[in-house]
């Protein structure tokens, strides 16, 4: 399996700027997530689907963040308009719907850089 | 709520030297607890996992054990090498049935030949 695979890899933009990123998740995985890394918060969930379903987005910063997930295979967070504070790496993840034991697959990383 | 705690770093060690990264959670129920591994430039991926009091999860020579007692899964290697130089972060599954993964804030482990 190809494993969770995200773009941009990296992506610099200007303040004010809309950025989309992408995921596509391991192919039969019930749920995705989406992550923010930063030095000084760490790693950040943002949001989670379960079967294409936004199940809890109470991590997402402000209403400037979005995420969807129109199929099982593709989700995407964007971010309209961009602030230099958004500057970070997303990571998406995936796993199988399971108990609590299941491993979770993180992707590679998007680096944002809000100039 | 479920968090999980730390040890602050950077940690420096020299070449074979001895690992313990400390982690303890607060946790309702019996969650399962994991340690993750990120390389520089890379995702997190799972290097170990206890999913029951008293368990052992191993990998790649790094040990942690499941403490319910003490509630903590440090992290221990033997004999370090330059290639362990990553960020470790540990993590526990949330037990209210969401399904989501609680992560410490990561320690950066540097090796030095």
């Known amino acids: 399996d190809a494993g969770v695979i995200q773009s941009p890899r990296h992506e610099v933009t200007e303040m004010g700027q809309e950025v989309t990123l992408r995921c596509k998740p391991i192919?039969?995985?019930?749920?995705l997530f989406w992550y923010r890394q930063t030095m000084m918060r760490g790693l950040e969930l943002l949001i989670y689907?379960?079967?294409?379903?936004?199940?809890?987005d109470s991590g997402m910063p402000e209403d400037r963040f979005s995420a969807k997930m129109p199929n099982a295979s593709f989700s995407t967070l964007k971010i309209q308009p961009s602030e230099p504070r958004d500057s970070a790496v997303y990571f998406c993840?995936?796993?199988?719907?399971?108990?609590?034991?299941?491993?979770?697959?993180f992707g590679e990383g998007s680096r944002l850089t809000v100039l | 709520g479920n968090s999980v705690t730390q040890m602050e770093g950077p940690v420096t060690l020299s070449e074979e030297a001895f690992l313990t990264i400390n982690c303890t959670y607060t946790?309702?129920?019996?969650?399962?607890l994991f340690w993750y591994v990120q390389y520089p430039g890379e995702g997190l991926q799972l290097l170990l996992k206890?999913?029951?009091?008293?368990d052992k999860g191993s990998n790649k020579g790094f040990e942690a054990t499941y403490r319910k007692e003490t509630t903590s899964f440090h992290l221990e290697k033997g004999s370090v090498q330059v290639s362990d130089s990553a960020v470790y972060f540990c993590a526990l599954s949330d037990t209210s049935g969401t399904y989501k993964y609680i992560f410490g804030t990561g320690t950066r482990l540097k090796v030095l030949a």
């Open positions: 946790a309702t129920g019996y969650p399962s």
């Open positions: 993840a995936s796993r199988q719907e399971t108990t609590n034991t299941g491993e979770l697959f």
């Open positions: 689907f379960n079967n294409n379903v936004p199940i809890d």
């Open positions: 192919s039969g995985h019930d749920y």
């Open positions: 206890a999913t029951k009091a008293d």
